[in-house]
């Protein structure tokens, strides 16, 4: 049975820093593209970053609101996904999820998620 795990989200200040894992079971995590999701309140879910798997050479795609800012990274041995995410902003505020991105949705049970709230 595959389960995603998400952790690392807190209450931060604007400007700060936070690292954000998704940690996987059930499965081998390295040959799958795996994306990080966020969902605002009152908001769609929405992809904010991916990372190809190790086939197609970990090519990461970012939104271009989080260039710059966020970075997506693996550790294989671990089977987890990261996201750096740099000079939070408030409207970065939401639940972050991570999965494995197909064109009409995600190919894994969700998690649970895990909340990053940026405010002063």
């Known amino acids: 049975q595959v389960q995603l795990v998400e952790s690392g989200g807190v209450g931060v200040q604007p400007g700060g820093s936070l690292r954000l894992s998704c940690a996987a079971s059930g499965i081998i995590f390295s040959i799958y593209t795996v994306g990080w999701y966020r969902q605002a309140p009152g908001k769609e879910r929405e992809l904010v970053a991916s990372?190809?798997?190790?086939?197609?050479?970990?090519?990461?795609v970012y939104q271009d609101s989080m260039r710059g800012r966020f970075t997506i990274s693996r550790d294989n041995a671990r089977n987890t996904v990261y996201l750096q995410m740099n000079s939070l902003k408030p409207e970065d505020t939401a639940v972050y999820y991570c999965?494995?991105?197909?064109?009409?949705?995600?190919?894994?049970?969700w998690g649970q998620g895990t909340q990053v709230t940026v405010s002063s």
């Open positions: 990372i190809a798997s190790i086939i197609s050479g970990s090519a990461t």
């Open positions: 999965n494995a991105p197909l064109p009409t949705g995600a190919r894994f049970k």
